[in-house]
């Protein structure tokens, strides 16, 4: 199987790269890149939805971006040991009828030999925000 660096075990530098390297395809709102962070059989929970492999990923995530307008993501390291990372993160985001929201979580991350994130736990909080009060813009 083909690596995808940084590598296990991390180090502050290396676990920041990584987390980095995921904010960055998050917000580019391609789902198929997204996907390909993560181990073939990757295990999800997102909120109250549990996912296995990168098909449900894919479909999860197009789903989502079709819902979340304007979506914008920040995450930040939060600790890490060996394979595992954990952030905490913000992002905002604005429905269909136009009402802007600010989500807030934490993620636990557990990452393959290979660099690939087999498991990815994330707990998540939605506010309603007027737009005046966005941080990304």
Sequence with gaps: MEQR?????????????KIQMAEDAWNSKDPVRV???YTIDSEWRNRNTFLNGR??????????????LNYHLKKEYWAHTDNRIA???EYEYQNAAG?????????????????YMAK?????NDLEIDESDRKFK
């Design 55 to 68: 098909d449900e990923i894919v479909a999860f995530l197009s789903g989502k971006w079709e819902k979340e």
């Design 87 to 89: 952030v905490r993160f």
């Design 120 to 124: 990815r736990y994330a707990s998540i």
């Design 35 to 37: 996907s390909k962070a």
């Design 5 to 17: 660096h940084p590598l296990p075990p991390f180090t502050v530098e290396t676990a920041k790269q």
């Design 99 to 115: 009402q802007w929201f600010r989500a807030y979580g934490n993620e636990n991350w557990e990452f393959d030999e290979n660099g």
